[in-house]
């Protein structure tokens, strides 16, 4: 006797490709192969085609022709004699930044907000639900428009901050005078060092050492601060008794980045009005603080939501806990409920700062020139490429997203609940 | 023996001291319960000061009619408040509300987008309201009601409005006797939205549901013998067969036969509110199904099914929004057949019913992922086929799960039909705005054009948002 019941060995027949559903999965697979190459031939053949009737081919060669615009703001230098590929990554470039930018300012503005939601002050927490509700329910494009509209028409002109003789200007600078907001820009004080490390050229690349040396300086201060953390917490459990250290952090976190800019010798270059504008310091244009104050305010409202259910997803047994612990309120925000709510809050989070980046593509509303500005806009334009530059560009963004979801992912690995 | 240290008699309970009652208690303990509570407080407090003392002045100096131009409207908050007051100006939306809301649609054809608009809210009333009869005839009445107001508001007193409030009665009629009946009418919606919006002859989307009826009649006699996916391809290879070689000829006959038609609105007259809704409407409404399948596809055991599904959800939710529209207005004239060249409006919605299906997916997985095992094994034990089991069991628990999910995606996508204007389509926030802004007579208004845009978003946002809550408390089935 068998223990296995052999499957019936019935003679193949074509119909069981249908009817039985071992081999009939395989036919489903096998049509929509079918269909699918026919769907792309069809695609590539019309392509083709089109491409002939229009005499053009698939060539990316225009990339290293004279790309002959400008983009005012650049992180790697940058002019119109360079090539298109130069100012993709220019347009790359910033796109990134304003992407960065929008996440830093909007996680923290998000998780104040989602935080004070919650709160028990009647008043607060109904004028954040206020703000959720108007940011969320609003198109973001408008909110980038409005900034950009209200920044470039309300301010007053660069002229008018002309001082004259026994007269008060029109117009006056913010804070202490340092910053000028008018309708061209925002001029900024730019920060100079007296004696800089050297630059040194990486092929296409300056590298400035001595932003290097501060990035390198501060994260070895952060390190050193994790790791007096670490001997705190390892002399608390030993003794019961934890050492004060909160003045060793600060010195730790504070002296080494203060005592480099000082070997360096910082100063700041503030934008002063001569002639008809200003000049000195740095202009920042109107179209990267609308961006960068649209997406901030608009996903603020999106990452307090998603901090705010989180933190109700932690049951409510854990806050009575730690108050029947003793634990400060505060303290139990910051000890107990954050890092459990972190977990449920990150997935959602990501996705977050996924559409946060894909729409810094907006920017074409104020006509930032970022990645689509610059390969999916000007040099689109100019070249007459729309097929070479528009795969491109969604490469590029397509290359972004996945590598910004397989960081956090990473991520979200390392924080998620370790069960068995 | 008497205990006179007992008391006899039991004292009436005090009143509570001030502090502890009514307003001052809920003041103290909602507002000032901590330094930092306080803080808080007077913090909103002053932010609320300045916000009210910024604006108001500004509100209710407004000017609402009597001026047709900026300068009008400067003149007139002089005169009334004096020469240094601000004051908004909303006559610019008296005067051109109509573009805002149907772009350059003709205006003595307005009718046929209200008459359309109303009708929406009919064909949505039984699927929103599915288990309350009463909702729905009460729903109906009241949008034929305000649809006649807008009539008459936009158009005068005219045959349209005779006629379009005779069949907005009808439908109430049905709705408060045969609410089922009104299914139909959710069926049918999409052929006649594209015909009262667009014109031309009634043959065209009849012939067009007659394709339809033959892929239900073509399923009707395959499924039983092959099963619903060889159905389903079957019947859908002849309807495609009726669409392409004999639709036309089909309804040129019948419009020489019985001729027919609405005056034609092309494609480059739609705007402002109408656009936005056409879009959103049409895609919301296909990228659910399609989201569906999707998710059914990244589940799937077939192997080329589960890669393709995958694929194209990841590229489409990689790439930003407006990316895809471009490539509706620039790519897809080299991805068809040469000559081709079909409406911009309808390129648009087919890119943005793509986008935002693949982000429908996603969600739809979700819910499907947070079913138990349970639930599956159980349909295969009850022996229920795919189709069935997911149809029976595992749709209305999985869909259940993902409304809020699903609702912020459509949401979001109504919130994306403003990206239509990139690609030269009068959009009522940029497309819109921008031509009002360049006329000479409103040069220099931006707060009131914004202001009005964002408010008729903000409603139909929150509307949603709020309408999915009450979905998720009426499907609730757990305790508590």
Redesign the interface.
């Known amino acids: 006797m068998t223990l296995v019941t052999e499957p019936p060995k019935a003679n193949f027949r074509l119909g069981m490709l249908?009817y039985d559903t071992r081999y009939?999965?395989y036919t489903?697979?096998v049509i929509?192969?079918i269909l699918?190459l026919m769907g792309v031939a069809w695609?590539a053949n019309?392509?083709i085609?089109?491409?002939a009737?229009k005499d053009k081919d698939i060539n990316f060669g225009f990339l290293w022709n004279r790309a002959g615009y400008d983009i005012d703001q650049h992180l790697i230098p940058y002019t119109n004699d360079d090539t298109h590929f130069r100012a993709l990554l220019v347009g790359l470039g910033n796109t990134l930044v304003v992407a960065l930018v929008g996440c830093f300012f909007s996680t923290i503005l998000g998780v104040i907000i989602g935080v004070?939601r919650l709160?028990?002050?009647?008043?607060?927490a109904r004028?954040m639900t206020i703000y959720i509700?108007?940011f969320?329910?609003?198109?973001?494009?408008?909110w980038i428009?409005?900034v950009y509209?209200?920044f470039s028409?309300t301010r007053p002109a660069p002229r008018d901050f002309k001082i004259v003789e026994g007269q008060t200007s029109a117009a006056h600078m913010n804070f202490f005078d340092t910053i000028a907001v008018t309708n061209r820009g925002t001029n900024v004080p730019a920060p100079l060092l007296t004696n800089p490390l050297p630059t040194v050229h990486l092929g296409f690349l300056p590298i400035s050492l001595s932003l290097i040396a501060v990035i390198v300086v501060i994260a070895a201060s952060i390190y050193a601060n994790i790791l007096l953390r670490r001997r705190t917490k390892v002399v608390q459990e030993a003794t019961g008794i934890r050492p004060t250290i909160w003045w060793k952090s600060l010195l730790i976190l504070c002296v080494p980045v203060v005592a480099l800019l000082f070997a360096m010798g910082l100063h700041w270059e503030y934008p002063v009005f001569k002639g008809f504008n200003f000049n000195g310091g740095i202009n920042i244009a109107h179209s990267f603080t609308a961006l960068t104050i649209a997406l901030t305010l608009y996903y603020a409202s999106v990452i307090a939501e998603t901090v705010r259910a989180g933190i109700q997803a932690i049951s409510r047994g854990q806050s009575e806990a730690s108050a029947a612990l003793g634990i400060r309120p505060?303290r139990i925000m910051s000890l107990v409920i954050l890092p459990q709510a972190l977990r449920v809050i990150i997935p959602p989070l990501i996705s977050q700062y996924?559409s946060l980046t894909?729409?810094t593509?907006?920017g074409?509303?104020v006509s930032y020139l970022d990645l689509?500005g610059t390969l999916?806009g000007i040099t689109?334009n100019q070249t007459g490429r729309?097929?070479e530059c528009?795969t491109l560009?969604?490469l590029i963004?397509?290359i972004i997203?996945?590598i910004i979801s397989a960081v956090m992912n990473a991520y979200n690995a390392s924080v998620k609940l370790k069960e068995r | 023996m008497s205990l006179l240290y007992v008391r006899r008699d039991m004292l009436a309970p005090q009143a509570p001291p001030a502090s502890q009652t009514g307003a001052i208690r809920w003041i103290r303990?909602?507002?000032f319960?901590g330094p930092?509570?306080t803080i808080?407080?007077l913090l909103?407090?002053w932010?609320?000061y300045q916000l009210i003392a910024l604006s108001w002045p500004w509100l209710a100096n407004g000017v609402w009619s009597d001026a047709n131009s900026m300068a009008d409207c400067r003149a007139v908050v002089a005169a009334n408040a004096g020469p240094d007051a601000s004051g908004a100006c909303w006559a610019m939306i008296r005067e051109r509300w109509h573009q805002f809301i149907f772009g350059f649609y003709p205006p003595e054809l307005w009718w046929r987008p209200i008459l359309t608009f109303a009708l929406l809210f009919v064909a949505l009333a039984p699927v929103l309201y599915s288990d309350n009869k009463g909702a729905v005839a009460k729903m109906c009445g009241v949008v034929g009601v305000l649809m006649v107001l807008c009539l008459i508001g936009a158009d005068g007193f005219s045959a349209h409005t005779v006629f379009a409030a005779a069949v907005m009665a009808a439908l109430t009629a049905i709705a408060a006797t045969k609410p089922r009946l009104l299914l139909i009418v959710t069926l049918l919606f999409p052929f006649v939205a594209l015909w009262l919006l667009w014109g031309g002859a009634v043959w065209g989307p009849i012939v067009a549901l007659i394709g339809f009826m033959v892929l239900a009649v073509v399923y009707g006699f395959v499924a039983p013998k092959?099963?619903p996916?060889?159905g389903a391809s079957i019947g859908f290879i002849a309807a495609c067969l009726w669409w392409l070689l004999l639709q036309s000829y089909v309804s040129e006959a019948w419009q020489a036969l019985l001729p027919f038609e609405l005056i034609e609105v092309d494609s480059d007259k739609f705007g402002g509110f109408l656009l936005a809704f056409v879009i959103g409407v049409a895609s919301i409404s296909i990228s659910l199904p399609l989201g569906i399948l999707l998710a059914l596809g990244r589940r799937s055991?077939?192997?080329?099914?589960k890669t393709?599904s995958v694929g194209f959800i990841?590229?489409v939710?990689?790439?930003?929004?407006?990316?895809m529209l471009?490539?509706a207005s620039?790519?897809l004239?080299?991805?068809?057949?040469?000559q081709t060249n079909f409406d911009l409006i309808l390129r648009v919605v087919i890119l943005v019913t793509i986008f935002s299906a693949a982000y429908n997916a996603e969600v739809v997985r979700g819910g499907l992922a947070a079913l138990p095992r349970g639930q599956y094994e159980a349909a295969d034990a009850l022996g229920l086929d795919y189709w069935q089991a997911q149809r029976l069991i595992i749709m209305p628990q999985a869909l259940k799960i993902s409304i809020p999910g699903i609702v912020s995606t459509f949401?979001g996508l109504f919130?994306?039909t403003?990206?239509v204007s990139?690609v030269g389509l009068a959009d009522p926030?940029?497309g819109i705005?921008t031509i009002v802004r360049a006329d000479i007579a409103w040069k220099?208004i931006?707060w009131e054009p914004?202001i009005f845009?964002?408010g008729i978003?903000?409603i139909v946002?929150?509307g949603m948002?709020r309408y999915s809550m009450y979905l998720e408390n009426k499907l609730k089935t757990d305790h508590s």
């Open positions: 249908i009939r999965s489903i697979q929509v192969l699918f695609l019309n392509t085609e089109n491409l009737a004070l709160s028990k002050n009647w008043l607060v004028l509700e108007i969320r329910n609003i198109p973001l494009l408008l428009i409005l509209v209200v028409e505060g996924l894909k729409d593509s907006l074409i509303a689509r999916g689109l729309e097929l528009m560009m969604m963004y397509l997203s996945l | 303990e909602n507002l319960s930092f509570n808080l407080t909103a407090i932010t609320l092959l099963g996916v060889m055991d077939m192997l080329l099914i393709l990841e590229f939710r990689g790439v930003p929004l407006i990316t471009f490539t620039l790519l004239q080299y991805f068809l057949p040469p949401i919130k994306d403003t990206l990139f926030l940029r705005t220099g931006y914004y845009v964002g978003f903000f946002c929150f948002s």
